[in-house]
């Protein structure tokens, strides 16, 4: 199709390079350097979209990040993205492009009946509606407003692109490269400081790629590519296009979005769509620029309206007209600027509108004294009606309308840690405060200089500031310095549906509402209105919905103030923000010494926190998971198993008061254990409940190793932190994490001790290495190891533990040395079922609400010092007869399931939280009893043993009669762990 509306020549596209795309099934051509809107544009098409509320027909409004309405699916299938900016989005061969939010097709949406019922849909309207009957809200209210809500939509797949993150330093972070950020870029750069200078735009340069005057002798735009040029040959700059600062944060931190592959159709092989990156600067230059702002009148929504300055952009950068006849409605001389630059591309000026009476001349065009009353134009602009300053009305034919109605500083990184902007009466805006993030300077047309010299200047300035440069080293060009000529206008008095807020349907009338209804405070009318909270954060809007309530209120506009700006500047992909972190990546895998050698067993593997554990060791012929864990239980209490429990925490604790220390943190006594020993502890939270479980082994006299349960390995550490440096800072104990340093296995089973004695260099008799005994050892002819006599199955057990680099090797070499004894390698299936059989508390028992005495543990609570818990352990509440006590639970029916998770109760009587006496906490199918059997608290339980109930789980309707024994189901008198 013929690109209607591109000039001949000029623009700073590559008509060499032809790009095909579809916009809504419909092929047109653009040029390398487009936009997907200057495309649609120079292919005649105006109507690009419809609004969230009323679904009135939309076009593009302006050139940048800031664009409110011209929002589009971009790409299709499960690279889908709703909500992309036409303005920004950079056009490739190939691009796929779809209308959003519209029932039908974009030219007759049937949702365009609400702008029929705008009266009944007005602001606010949900605070007043959908209330009666109440029976309608889910059945009807609900459904249809969750049809009609959000604007484009998901593909509902997984997104097959990669996102990254990264991190950059520098010394100066300049934050756009328009005239002010390339001045700021080449003086730092110049003075050897390593600088970063990141633009939002493939193209940088700012405003110089859209006006037509000249900087010294070249162009706006010439100049630009040689500053950027030079500054790309310097190894200190990093010069990032495609780049935006959505946000500044603590400690001159910002946070940053590189878009590497938007502006293709698929990203290269191993190449990310985006990068979020983490910039660490030492100083700032803010250099953002300033976004034009319109003027509200009567159905100044229509397609072809737009910002006078976004003409300039398309007519100057990318060769494009909106139309073939223009008018323009001003207040400032930057209006007229629009209407000279079109001129002289041979676009027909219907006429200029000003404002201000004394308004400029031209000898090229009609200036009309007045102000824009309505326009016509079903889906796009036909006609504009003016009212003349001395009362008369014209209509002017024409396609576009240009709006220059001032321009705001980009103020909003100045104001993302609290700060607020001041007032400028002479620009009549809002320009940025003194309260600004650390280390951040301010320049161009951000600070308020709208000048292309000022600009210049300002860079420079900000730069030589920043690094604390004596003088310039480099000489600005020469450069238009005009002054700003404003007349402040925001609306049209007297229209009926004057728009503010173009995506969310926000008018004049909208604000004059919410200040009758007493919503006056900014952020009151924000929410009440939807004012601002479109994706462009009201970078178009919520000026002119200030000035209209500072009117209303009979303030000013600063003493109205602003809403709070807040990160991130521009809409962000989700994905940029996880980066790789998706999937198996979302938590990193830790895995355990012995994996590769597990892996090669078969083993299933279970995910314990972030750990990968073996969860059992199925063999050929086993066809359920019970008969593989079936079978490591019997070999392991007959014989011997071996089981990998290196994800237990792990924590040295050294320093001359470290018994000390371990005395705050137990309930029980550890001063006087003595060197060689374990001791198994319990640990308190500060309101006696029980935190965690676990042993302390004495290796010298001022070293322990501290063991903790998997799950609260970090959770303890961090508590052991805490009390380390806050509650007693004066003790000599310091902590280190050891959990992945050491490779950790439990050998258990009456044949434990035999295959060990292959491999340990020590003496390990049950006189030299008895029960609860810990030492530092060697093994395998001296390589250095620890070894513990503990038992988590009830069975003779050792806990051995090397290096993590020796690891896998003494895995294999372990099963070498019990390979008489046909060792059997557990998981933790088997593991969680012999230690219900030897009544262990572990997660599901230390669930936060258990004290020691539910526990049966009572005793370990030392009364002879003081500990952490130890006195709130001791609160009436918690210590009742009736309490909770840990018991065993077996059925009467073997054949009968004891599921954890259901409720004791007397064998008669009703079934309800009143009758309530307990529950069972872990449950399994015990091989060495033939039958299922479980833990759990019952009320006074200890003297309850013997007692029949029913196991009852009403959700489930499962009943069970069951029989109250000892926790103890295996060796209750401990002779085995002994021998």
């Not at 309608?136 to 509902?156: M, T, V």
Request: aromatic share 8%; net charge negative.
């Amino acid at each position: 199709m013929t690109q209607v509306n591109r000039f001949a020549s000029g623009g700073q596209i590559d008509r060499q390079v032809t790009q095909s795309f579809t916009f809504d099934g419909k092929t047109y051509q653009g040029h390398a350097g487009d936009t997907l809107a200057s495309a649609l544009l120079a292919n005649g098409v105006r109507l690009m979209g419809r609004s969230f509320k009323y679904h009135r027909p939309r076009g593009v409004l302006t050139a940048g990040s800031e664009e409110p309405n011209a929002l589009v699916e971009l790409r299709n299938g499960n690279r889908q993205e709703p909500n992309t900016r036409t303005t920004t989005a950079e056009l490739y061969d190939g691009l796929i492009a779809k209308s959003q939010n519209r029932l039908g097709s974009l030219r007759f949406d049937l949702l365009a009946i609400n702008d029929r019922l705008s009266n009944f849909l007005t602001a606010g309207f949900y605070y007043k509606t959908f209330m009666w009957p109440a029976a309608f809200w889910e059945k009807l209210y609900e459904p249809i407003i969750r049809h009609a809500a959000g604007l484009g939509s998901l593909s509902l797949q997984d997104d097959p692109d990669v996102y990254d993150k990264g991190f950059l330093h520098c010394d100066l972070l300049i934050i756009g490269a328009g005239p002010a950020g390339l001045a700021a870029a080449l003086t730092a750069g110049r003075s050897g400081a390593d600088v970063i200078l990141a633009d939002e735009d493939f193209r940088m340069g700012g405003r110089l790629n859209s006006e037509t005057f000249s900087l010294g002798d070249q162009s706006g735009a010439d100049w630009a590519r040689a500053a950027i040029s030079e500054l790309e040959s310097l190894p200190n700059v990093r010069v990032m296009s495609r780049t935006t600062i959505i946000g500044a944060f603590d400690h001159g931190t910002y946070g940053a979005v590189e878009r590497i592959s938007d502006h293709v159709h698929t990203p290269a092989a191993g190449k990310p769509r985006q990068i979020l990156w983490r910039i660490y600067t030492k100083r700032t230059v803010l250099a953002a620029g300033a976004t034009e702002r319109p003027i509200a009148f009567e159905n100044n929504d229509r397609p072809g309206i737009m910002l006078g300055a976004a003409l300039r952009t398309y007519a100057n950068r990318f060769s494009v007209t909106a139309d073939k006849r223009v008018a323009i409605f001003t207040n400032n001389d930057d209006g007229h600027r629009t209407a000279a630059d079109l001129h002289a591309k041979g676009v027909k000026i219907a006429a200029v509108v000003d404002v201000r009476p004394n308004t400029p001349r031209s000898m090229d065009y009609e200036v009309l004294h007045g102000e824009v009353i309505d326009t016509k134009g079903r889906l796009g602009l036909t006609f504009v009606d003016v009212r003349l300053g001395d009362g008369s009305t014209r209509v002017l034919e024409c396609g576009a309308l240009g709006l220059s109605g001032g321009w705001n500083p980009n103020v909003h990184m100045t104001c993302h840690q609290r700060g607020r902007p001041t007032w400028n009466e002479g620009l009549a805006t809002f320009v940025p405060g003194g309260d600004l993030p650390a280390g951040m300077t301010i320049a161009g047309a951000a600070n308020g200089d709208l000048s292309t010299a000022g600009a210049l200047n300002g860079g420079r300035a900000a730069a030589m500031d920043a690094l604390d440069l004596k003088a310039p080293n480099f000489d600005l060009p020469a450069a238009e310095d005009a002054p700003v000529a404003l007349k402040p206008f925001w609306y049209v008095e007297g229209c009926a549906r004057a728009w503010l807020d173009q995506q969310n349907d926000v008018t004049v009338k909208d604000v004059k509402l919410s200040h009758q209804e007493g919503f006056r405070s900014v952020e009151h009318l924000k929410r009440y209105t939807t004012l601002g909270m479109a994706t462009d954060q009201g970078k178009t809007s919520n000026m002119g919905g200030l000035a209209i309530m500072a009117e209303l209120a009979g303030k000013s506009i600063p003493e109205v103030g602003t809403t709070i700006f807040r990160p991130p500047y521009t809409p962000t992909a989700i994905g940029a923000f996880g980066g790789r972190h998706r999937g198996q990546d979302f938590h990193p895998k830790r895995l355990t010494p012995s994996h590769q050698w597990a892996t090669e067993q078969g083993a299933v593997f279970v995910e314990v926190g972030n750990w990968l554990r073996a969860q059992w060791f199925p063999r050929t012929g086993e066809t359920t998971w019970r008969e593989s864990v079936d079978r490591e239980v019997l070999a392991t209490r007959q014989s011997v198993g071996v089981c990998d429990v290196t994800t237990l925490g792990k924590v040295d604790v050294q320093g001359t008061d470290a018994a000390t220390f371990l005395n705050k943190i137990y309930c029980n006594g550890f001063a006087k254990l003595a060197v060689g020993k374990t001791r198994y502890g319990l640990m308190l939270r500060e309101d006696g409940i029980a935190m965690d479980d676990g042993t302390a082994a004495r290796l010298a006299e001022n070293h322990f190793v501290v063991t903790t349960t998997t799950a609260n390995a970090l959770p303890v550490y961090r508590h052991m932190e805490f009390v380390r440096q806050c509650l007693f800072p004066d003790l000599d104990v310091q902590l280190i994490s050891t959990t992945e340093a050491w490779a950790q296995y439990a050998v258990a089973g009456p044949n434990s001790r035999s295959v060990l004695e292959k491999i340990v260099d020590q003496d390990m008799s049950n006189e030299a290495f008895p029960f609860m005994a810990c030492a530092n050892i060697t093994v395998c002819g001296g390589l250095r190891a620890r070894l513990f006599r503990i038992s988590f199955s009830g069975e003779l057990a050792y806990e051995i533990a090397v290096p993590t680099a020796y690891g896998d090797a003494l895995m294999r070499k372990i099963m070498e040395a019990g390979a008489e004894y046909d060792i059997t390698p557990y998981g933790t299936e088997a593991l969680g079922v012999m230690r219900i059989e030897k009544g262990h508390a572990a997660g599901n028992e230390l669930n936060g609400t258990t004290t020691a005495q539910n526990l049966g543990m009572g005793r370990m609570v030392s009364k002879k010092k003081d500990s952490i818990g130890s006195i709130l352990s001791e609160r009436e509440g918690l210590n009742m007869e009736n309490d909770l006590r840990q018991v065993g639970i077996k059925p009467v029916d073997p054949e009968a399931p004891v599921p954890a998770g259901a409720h004791l109760m007397a064998l008669t009587g009703p079934i309800d939280a009143a009758h309530d006496q307990g529950y069972a906490t872990s449950a399994c199918y015990s091989p060495n009893l033939g039958h299922a059997i479980a833990l759990g608290f019952l009320k006074n339980g200890s003297d309850r043993i013997g007692e029949r109930m029913r196991l009852v789980s009403p959700l489930t309707q499962m009943e069970t009669e069951v029989e109250i024994v000892s926790a103890h189901f295996i060796d209750p008198e401990g002779g085995r762990l002994r021998a």
